[in-house]
T-cell receptor, first 111, second 115 residues
């Protein structure tokens, strides 16, 4: 059965800190890994990674995928209170657009 | 470009009733996927439609069904509602038939409460 595990489940940091969120997976016929940010509404797309070792970057957020070791990390530098959210990792396998989600990491940034 | 829209945003139903939720994907997107989100189980895949055909189905009972129309709009139906069906139902649209063609974008969701 396909599985996505995120760690830590939650963390609290202070503004300006750097955080690293982890996502490991076991998926048949891996196709891509996606990161989403969810506040009190629908998940907002952050990154999609399909090739190993390539870093995707957007402002203070960056992500890298290791297909050999079956994991990805999401880094957030110089955190702000607006980064407080649940960060979801999802993996697409087999055929089509089905995503398997991890439980998420709850990030709280204190001012 | 308008995002994914879902209606209604909130629903309260009684056990045993049925409900229909609607999703309009981003213009030009042909794939619609449905997910159920609950505090205990997280986000779980229900099913996916592409070109009016169901292509993938998650591990949900037959009470959960859906369809897609020629304009790519999709509906999902839940019959004989149970208390455990209370959840946020999210619809996601994708450009093509596979993640190689692009990522999924989520709608705002329909919050269903079953009493």
């Amino acid at each position: 059965e396909d599985k996505v595990v995120q760690s830590p489940l939650s963390l609290v940091v202070h503004e300006g800190d750097t955080v690293t969120l982890n996502c490991s997976y076991e998926v048949t016929n891996f196709r891509s890994l996606l990161w989403y940010k969810q506040e009190k509404k629908a998940p907002t797309f952050l990154f999609m990674l399909t090739s190993s070792g390539i870093e995707k970057k957007s402002g203070r957020l960056s992500s890298i995928l290791d297909k050999k070791e079956l994991f990805s990390i999401l880094n957030i530098t110089a955190t702000q209170t607006g980064d407080s959210a649940v960060y979801l990792c999802a993996v697409g396998g087999e055929y089509g657009n089905k995503l398997v989600f991890g439980a998420g990491t709850i990030l709280r940034v204190k001012s | 470009k308008a995002g994914v829209t879902q209606t209604p945003r909130y629903l309260i139903k009684t056990r045993g009733q049925q409900v229909t939720l609607s999703c309009s994907p981003i213009s030009g997107h042909r794939s619609v996927s449905w997910y159920q989100q609950t505090p205990g189980q997280g986000l779980q895949f229900l099913f996916e439609y592409f070109s009016e055909t169901q292509r993938n189905k998650g591990n949900f009972p037959g009470r959960f069904s859906g369809r897609q129309f020629s304009n790519s709009r999709s509906e999902m139906n839940v019959s004989t509602l149970e208390l455990g069906d209370s959840a946020l139902y999210l619809c996601a649209s994708s450009l093509g038939g596979d993640l190689r063609f692009g990522e999924q974008y989520f709608g705002p969701g329909t919050r269903l409460t079953v009493t």
